[in-house]
């Protein structure tokens, strides 16, 4: 039986993956570069250690039953090292090969026979000019490897920007993707067991904000078609890549058109609202997953829920405001500990559960404007 | 702003006041004379030392921003001298001093002008026989101070139960209460803050065994009336406690006849459910009150919930049956990372939503029968 779990990276999403473990009555390990990380606070313990240090990475494995993982940018050398040494890893190391490159993961996409964006590999800049002659402008130039929050991303709307996106991109290997208009980004989370069992949450509706997911509506606002096919390609891309764990898929809808964008093989942003809303989160929902436990189907606690994420100002530490936001009743404020406020970066988010779409956004609207960062070294500690 | 919580004991209560206050983003420090205790391994930082330590008491108020508590046996030193020390304590000193002494807890009750059971204090043996003859048998002779589910209590039938019972008391101060038959036994969940505000849970039905809390039904099978001067009486003394938090009473329902068994001033085992089944839990809402926040009325999630504690069967550490219990979509499990389930030690608990009462009872006793106590010195560690 599974009593320890072992996770790579102590962010957020880590940090509610454990609070949700504890609650289980697991034992959590964390593997994290960061000291007081904001998974590590949480966690029975947290070794501080390089993703690449195959030595501590050793440890993790030495020391729980199952290792995970809380981003997809982990050297695959690590996952391959642990699954050498027999050591279990969900989602395995084939899984994160797939979808830690956006080539390999387009193309496994396709061969499920499930729509992609239009792309083309770029390894110079004549491949560069040859993409974009074939795909058209606009277009997004991305690192094949690594990126998040729209890091590692250009937009290309004609010659200079392609010059200086390939330039910025100092030779690492890239992936030119045709940028179509579209009605709605989408998302679902999935999860998958080793027994084969598979469920879905319902269909996410997100609205980003340079790059940086800002809002969340669960269910979107879609036709019921729309849900199905975004649930089937779901379940026949975890059975395709025999995933064990959550994950999430985000989608383009243009019309009725619809288009995977990227598969995350782990618990996502655009999930966070099942602690909330759902009987079981999809945290929990990973933790049955990886520990062979049964996946039996979320249900939602309320009509709708959106999630709001809380970001960093980069003018103060301190957030004003919570008093006036945790006035609403239907309010559910997370904080993930985190000392420094820096401009754009995840600090928390808070959700709204609503008896619409519409009742729960216009209250998280009203939530998102009493929310300010306050420059703590100018208030005086009392 | 109040960014450190300082827990004084940790269990299960703490555990899960932990859990909800790192959600939030607070720092948490824990003071319990055992390592690797329930709370602790969710906590910031554990300080490993007696409640009685006067020094490491001291070290929690300096680390921390409120002092609260998670059980009511702390002594009343420890929080007079943090007091003293002009640290914040919630609830305070005097609520703790009045909570902590059965007879001035009744005394209390009935100065707020709600009844309780007939009760004489009992110092010497001739005492004891005096207030069997002013208030008759059956009773329950108690200590009190200290004692909790069934300890440091001892019904009393006759003459041979007292000369019995009193001999184990070894000289502690006593109290005899009246043992009347009742329908049911009755808890409520209150909070207030330090600005006044007052809120109520549902009115909660409990099912004892062997005096160890055994299941809670939510909201209790009681007439309208009867919540209601359940509500009434806790918002009564709420207000003249003038407590800080939130806390619960428990009562006994003969007919319609109510009386205050007892009143506990931290969150409660009958409060439990409120993590899965209400909008704001009652670790959320004692959060809140300690931190200054706004107290809002938590709303249930679900019509009706059932609440099974997790007895240890001293039989054995590994709990078999989860994956059994987990099948029920509306189950949800929560262990408290005790390593040793001795008999009758509460090792965690799993609530059961349901559309009514009878509905979540029925699922509850079919999940209750799934689980059972594994020795584990016996079982191959895979």
Known sequence: MTSAIGILGGGQLGRMLTLEAKRMGYRVVVLEPLTNSPAGQIADEQIVAAYADLRFIGELGARTDVVTYEFENIPLAAIEALEADRRLVRPSGGVLRITQERLLEKQFVRECGIATVDYAAV??????????????????????????????????RGAADADAAFGAAKGRPLIYEAFSPFDKELSIICARNAAGEVVTYPVAENEHDGGVLATTIVPARIAPAI????????????????????????????????????????????????????????????????????????????????????????????????????????????????????????????????????????????????????????????
């Open 227 to 382: 849900a199905d096919e975004v649930r089937r390609a779901a379940e026949t891309i975890a059975a395709g890549l025999d995933i064990v764990g959550a994950f999430a898929i985000e989608f383009f809808l243009a019309g009725e058109h619809l288009l995977v964008n990227e598969i995350a093989p782990r618990v996502h942003n655009t999930g966070h609202y099942s602690l909330d809303a759902a009987t079981i989160s999809q945290y929990e929902m990973h933790v049955r997953a990886i520990c062979d436990l049964p996946l039996v189907p979320p249900r939602m606690l309320v009509p709708a829920v959106v999630m709001v994420n809380i970001l960093g100002g980069g003018s103060g530490d301190q957030l004003g405001g919570v008093n006036e936001l945790l006035r609403d009743p239907d309010v559910s404020l997370h904080m993930y500990g985190k000392a420094h406020a820096a401009l754009r970066r995840k600090m928390g988010h808070f959700t709204v559960l609503g008896s619409d779409a519409d009742d729960a956004l216009r209250k998280a609207e009203l939530g998102r404007r009493k929310l300010h960062w306050i420059d703590n070294r100018a208030v005086s500690r009392a």
């Open 123 to 156: 390894g110079t800049h004549g491949d560069l000019g040859d993409a974009i002659a074939e795909i058209s402008l606009p277009g997004v130039l991305k690192t094949t490897m690594g990126g998040y929050d729209g890091k590692g991303q250009w937009l290309i």
